[in-house]
């Protein structure tokens, strides 16, 4: 009995070519573009490696000082008394002069002075993500966006180590000039993507030796995903540009039981005791603050909509996403629903005849039913596909520079049976109020 119901919903289907084209146009484009955008937002924004531990991070970009002038303004109450003025009470307002604020990168040993050892804090590793180099390989140029850090780089990033080991304490107590690759690099400048340890590699003037490789995982976002990791002790630590500003910034793993929120508050305490009496403080600033002590998600927000708040950032930055998302959602949805409604109303007369030759209102609705579901199938199949061959064409092409979609599986299941649901509801309620129509009633519909 099924196989005849789809066998009908197939005929109905090529019978009807304009409206099925329309159908699966709107189904599977707009899947097609759906599963594009979430697996762009995966891709930055997902928890796969090395971001397992993503919503743990806070993140500190820079180091803020402020200046803030206060005026303090004598307000006078008076009264008439025997026709005289007389001075009652003197009070004072205090109002804000001016304002003024200096931001930058931050000095790598203000940042380990204040920012390690606090207690919702796990691991906080300190880097600078601007070493860019450019090589020559056999007459070739290549650019390596390497990065300064530390050992604790590799506990907050979990990036898998291939071959090898990531730098150790030694090697920052010694400024060994040692470096952890990528396979990027690796496949650029030696021409393999494995056995690369102990060679060397001529980088910014210094010789360092391979200690350890890693996959490229592909991100937008720099620090994630540098070409290479070299300790950042090998950079001249005296040549800062002041006591406060570097050129480096800190990410923080919070414990285990702990708040991100719980977090940002010790970090914003640890600025408050960070002293505004030292000479490289020009500008005579008052104030200390690191900035912007965000979540991932809120600073790559940030990042976008240029907010004072990284919070009031993150939340245009979800408002915007949950819109679009909802959009692709409903676009197919709504196309199903008018479709359909205007479908069965046209098939009036079919369903008469096929109630006057016997068939009841179950077979009817299951009918349309079945052939919601077939329709939408194919519809979400040609969406898998087209988004198949976007995600192809983007990272072949290099479109999102060394950003790599992947098809992201699980969200195209939410999608499609999102979609699979509402076109059923779509097809189920027209097709139960035509069923319920007397035999004389549907014809004359024709």
């Not at 479109?399 to 790599?404: Q, V």
């Amino acid at each position: 009995m099924f196989l005849n119901y789809i066998k009908l919903a197939w005929r109905v289907l090529a019978r009807r070519k304009f409206f099925t084209f329309i159908t699966l146009f709107g189904i599977s484009f707009t899947l097609g573009i759906l599963m594009v955008f979430l697996s762009f937002l995966q891709s930055e924004l997902g928890t796969s490696a090395p971001m397992k531990h993503k919503d743990d991070f806070v993140w500190i970009s820079q180091v803020q000082l402020i200046r803030n002038v206060i005026d303090t303004i004598p307000v006078v109450d008076s009264m008439m008394q025997n026709g005289a003025m007389v001075f009652d009470t003197v009070s004072y307002d205090y109002k804000e002069r001016s304002s003024g604020q200096s931001n930058s990168e931050i000095n790598c040993q203000l940042a380990e002075k204040y920012l390690i050892g606090l207690p919702s804090a796990e691991y906080v590793t300190i880097f600078n993500s601007s070493y860019t180099n450019d090589v020559f390989v056999n007459g070739v140029k290549i650019t390596i966006n390497a990065l300064m850090g530390d050992p604790n780089y590799w506990k907050v990033f979990n990036h898998k180590i291939l071959e090898g080991r990531t730098i150790d304490q030694d090697d920052m107590d010694n400024a060994a000039q040692v470096i952890v690759i990528s396979t990027k690099t690796a496949r650029e400048y030696f021409g393999v993507t494995s056995g690369v340890l102990d060679r060397e590699l001529k980088m910014d003037g210094k010789t360092f030796k391979v200690i350890g490789l890693y996959p490229d995982n592909s991100k937008i976002v720099d620090i994630i995903s540098p070409d290479a990791v070299v300790p950042y002790t090998i950079y001249n630590m005296e040549n800062q540009d002041s006591y406060y500003f570097g050129g480096f910034g800190a990410m923080l793993k919070k414990r285990d039981g702990a708040t991100t929120q719980k977090l940002k508050e010790e970090i914003y305490h640890a600025a408050s005791t960070i002293p505004i009496d030292h000479p490289d403080n020009n500008w005579e600033m008052n104030e200390v603050n690191f900035k912007p002590a965000a979540t991932y998600n809120e600073a790559y927000a940030q990042g976008i909509y240029y907010e004072d708040k990284a919070e009031d950032s993150h939340q245009i930055m979800s408002f915007i996403v949950y819109g679009l998302l909802l959009f692709f959602i409903l676009l197919p949805t709504l196309n199903l629903i008018n479709l359909n409604v205007s479908r069965i109303m046209d098939r009036s007369s079919e369903i008469g005849v096929r109630k006057a030759f016997g068939a009841h209102q179950g077979n009817i609705v299951v009918q349309f039913i079945v052939e919601n579901i077939l329709q939408t199938f194919i519809g979400g199949l040609l969406g898998l596909i087209l988004a198949f061959l976007l995600i192809s064409l983007i990272n072949s092409g290099g479109l999102l520079g060394d950003a790599i979609l992947k098809l992201n599986t699980k969200f195209f299941i939410y999608s499609f049976f999102g979609t699979l649901l509402f076109g059923i509801l779509s097809g189920f309620i027209p097709a139960l109020k035509m069923s319920r129509l007397q035999i004389v009633n549907a014809l004359k519909r024709k």
